[in-house]
């Protein structure tokens, strides 16, 4: 699976399009605020951990490194 993400960060919120490389494609769309202190320290980075655990069926841990592989 090939995930491509696009991410918008604003003021108030970041918004992240992920791609998935399945038969056919899929998209999906997070949006996250920008800043949110008690929840996570990146929007970008935990947009992408959430998505990535979803699509893959595997945890990932808050705060571990996202596998690339």
Do not use: W
């Not at 995930?3 to 490389?21: A, N």
């Amino acid at each position: 699976m090939i995930f491509d993400f696009s991410i918008d960060r604003g003021g108030t919120f970041t918004d992240i399009y992920c791609e998935v490389s399945t038969v056919p494609p899929t998209v999906h769309i997070m949006k996250l605020l920008s800043v949110d202190p008690q929840n996570y320290d990146d929007a970008p980075t935990e947009g992408i951990r959430r998505l990535v655990s979803e699509l893959t069926g595997k945890k990932i841990e808050r705060g571990s490194k996202i596998p690339t592989g």
